[in-house]
């Protein structure tokens, strides 16, 4: 095992060099796999073709558009019609809510929907942070597919933020954090500082006028905001196939200097993109390029709703008195008509930069309206039925140029929405190819190809630490294997990462499962594919664990992504590890690479297998953590096996005292053995609960849905 110098990944990370899977041919291809940019010179836009209706047009092949850039006809590489379902959640009969899987797998090739949900704090009030939390966990909740990745991100508080992810939980847990943290509107601020001066006021003396002391931060903020919206375009534009929605909730910037620019369209005949002196004005400037690059499409979505724009009149206070101060300082107006005039031009101005943001990348402003599902709905109908147009530009320049990209239809009758063109990208040094294996930990989304399953368990660990345990099957069936002295072999290269909610790697591991195969276990290899097991230890906190692998043969290359929740077991009044799982028939996949210590608790090695046949017989391991030191008590835990419709086919109980369970003392294990003998086919669910006799200790409980054959 080595370990190898730390990528820097999270949402500022944008590159990738995984080979892009690209559809060809005149037949649309339906829900066409999320893949990856493989060459800058490669263009993508997506188009919203509607009949007279308004619904969308799904029988349009590649010989129904014509394409153009810069007015010369395109060959298309791409055309697929993208008509994405809400997948509902389904959870077991006795349950209202679905249980989050413990197990991940990049064998179905993501056909969902791709939502950046961006909050931001930096120009949302402190006093509208509920609506905010409330209106973006309204769409997670009610227009969010299970089949749908969305990520988190704070403006002005990064490490609150939440990773690509489809765990609605953790998502809304991301949201929960949020807080607004915007300045006092600058008017308010030239306010306070008249009626400062006013009272200060000295005869001979002119204090000068009255000034909005934040300005230099209100600057920061906002190229900060607009900054981290260029970033995670580029982010984002190394998933191809999809159309990508930016959701900012913002109530916008109201900076002089940040005018609407002008509409795309009209920027053709600047060799390049033209540059403003102000750094406010570039970055956004630079936002537009990377969204239109990237094919992003941001939906500004104001909490204010219908607004005069006076809704912060009140908590200015008292004004100068006009007359009294003109008269010391001529020619000044600092009356409460022309401050309330301030204050709504104020507002104006930062709603045109949401208007701004969306008109420039083909998305939709929601500003001065009540009705968020409306614009919930909008959303989701933009980005569920769509066609992608790809080909590759035949200019080879990387010069920063905008190109003008139209896209017509021959039938009559139909509506085509998509965005103007793009700015092509400017030439960076780079440091040489990028290793597979390393580009896809760099991706924002799991890789599909190398088919893999994999489970993550947190066990209490040595000192403050707390232990992983990682188990991945690979499919063998993408695993190409060659004779070898009597052996069939194969090397698959593997890589984890686990990496904090700032982005920084804190664990980053790269191994190699040799693969010698008897003939016999060759024939079975496909069906049972292979194992490999690791360990590592990190401290308590959020992480997305990231594994990716390549195998040498065949050059098949996938990736999966686990949320990581790693408590601290040792301040944990009762806690509970997760579920290490094994069964019976766990020894029938080959397991080369077993580094595990905790699993040898488990008499075979752990599986992320979660269909067992009626025959087998499960096993698993869970420590129970109590750090009450109150009083000498017991602690009661029981574990069962429940079926769909909420009968309890199996269940076992035992009690201990607590002062075997102590974290420093490493918890107390117990392991279980679950026969599957005779039960019916269909969905279950294993669980297990913790009960502390103490009064005012909550109870914990982890659960695992698995199927019987």
């Not at 979505?301 to 809704?311: A, V, Y």
């Not at 045109?352 to 420039?360: D, H, N, Y």
């Not at 968020?372 to 066609?387: G, L, P, Q, W």
């Amino acid at each position: 095992m080595r370990r190898l110098s730390a990528i820097t990944v999270g949402f500022v990370a944008c590159l990738a060099l995984a080979p892009a899977a690209q559809q060809t041919g005149q037949t649309p291809v339906r829900q066409p796999g999320l893949t990856f940019r493989s060459s800058v010179n490669y263009v993508e836009v997506d188009a919203i073709v509607t009949d007279a209706s308004g619904e969308p047009a799904r029988d349009l092949t590649c010989n129904d558009f014509v394409v153009t850039e810069d007015g010369k006809p395109q060959n298309l590489s791409v055309c697929s019609f993208v008509d994405i379902p809400i997948d509902r959640p389904d959870p077991p009969l006795f349950k209202t809510q679905p249980i989050e899987p413990d197990v991940v797998t990049n064998e179905r090739a993501f056909d969902g929907r791709v939502f950046m949900i961006v909050l931001d704090g930096f120009h949302i009030a402190a006093s509208r942070g509920l609506v905010v939390r409330r209106e973006a966990t309204k769409f997670i909740d009610r227009y969010l597919g299970e089949n749908d990745i969305a990520a988190v991100v704070h403006v002005g508080n990064p490490s609150a933020g939440q990773e690509f992810t489809t765990n609605k939980r953790l998502l809304k847990a991301a949201i929960d954090r949020f807080t607004g943290q915007s300045l006092p509107s600058a008017t308010a601020n030239i306010n306070a500082d008249a009626l400062a001066k006013a009272n200060q006021q000295i005869v001979g003396f002119d204090p000068g006028p009255a000034a909005d002391m934040d300005a230099p931060v209100r600057d920061y903020m906002a190229r900060e905001s607009v900054g981290s919206m260029r970033r995670l375009s580029e982010y984002m534009g190394e998933l191809s196939g999809r159309r990508k929605a930016l959701l900012l909730f913002s109530e916008g910037i109201g900076i002089e200097l940040l005018k609407p620019a002008k509409n795309i369209s009209e920027l053709v005949g600047f060799e390049t993109m033209p540059v403003d002196t102000s750094a406010l004005i570039q970055a956004q400037q630079a936002l537009f390029a990377a969204a239109t690059r990237s094919n992003v499409s941001i939906y500004s979505i104001d909490p204010r709703g219908l607004t005069t724009g006076m809704e912060d009149f009140t908590a200015i206070g008292t004004t100068p008195a006009a007359p009294d101060l003109a008269a010391e300082v001529p020619g000044r107006d600092y009356s409460q008509p022309r401050i309330m005039s301030d204050l709504a031009s104020e507002s104006k101005l930062a709603q045109e930069s949401l208007r701004t943001f969306s008109e420039q990348t083909g998305g939709l402003a929601m500003v001065n309206k009540n009705d968020m599902d409306e614009a919930f709905r909008r959303i989701v109908k933009d980005n569920s039925s769509y066609y992608v147009l790809g080909y590759r530009s035949a200019d080879p320049r990387h010069d920063g140029r905008f190109h003008r990209v139209s896209v017509k239809v021959k039938r009559p009758g139909l509506q085509v929405r998509t965005r103007h063109g793009y700015y092509a990208p400017v030439d960076k040094a780079t440091a040489g190819t990028i290793d597979p294996v390393v580009g896809m930990l760099r991706n924002p989304a799991a890789v599909s190809g190398l088919g893999m399953r994999a489970s993550a368990s947190v066990v209490k660990g040595l000192l403050a630490k707390s232990t992983v345990h990682l188990t991945i099957e690979f499919n063998g069936k993408d695993v190409a294997l060659k004779p070898a002295a009597g052996y069939f072999t194969n090397d698959i290269d593997i890589q984890y990462m686990a990496v904090d909610m700032k982005g920084v790697p804190q664990v980053n591991i790269r191994d190699q499962a040799n693969l010698r195969l008897r003939p016999d276990t060759k024939e079975r290899f496909p069906e049972v594919g292979v194992r490999v097991v690791f360990e590592f230890d990190v401290a308590p906190g959020r992480y997305q664990l990231r594994v990716a692998a390549k195998e040498q043969l065949g050059g098949k290359i996938g990736s999966v992504f686990i949320d990581l929740d790693v408590p601290d077991f040792a301040t944990a009044r009762l806690a509970l590890s997760d579920l290490m799982i094994t069964a019976k028939s766990a020894p029938g996949t080959p397991t080369p690479n077993n580094q595990s210590t905790l699993g040898r608790v488990l008499a075979t090695p752990t599986t992320v297998a979660r269909t067992f046949a009626a025959t087998d017989t499960l096993s698993a391991a869970v420590s129970i953590y109590d750090n009450d030191a109150r009083a000498p008590h017991h602690v009661d835990y029981r574990a069962a096996l429940t079926s769909d419709v909420g009968a309890q086919v199996f269940t076992r109980a035992e009690a201990k005292e607590a002062s075997a369970m102590v974290a420093a003392k490493g918890g107390y294990s117990w392991v279980l053995d679950v026969p599957l003998t005779g039960l019916a086919p269909g969905r279950y669910v294993l669980s297990v609960d913790a009960r502390s006799r103490l009064s005012g200790v909550d109870p914990v409980r982890k659960e695992v849905e698995i199927r019987i054959k």
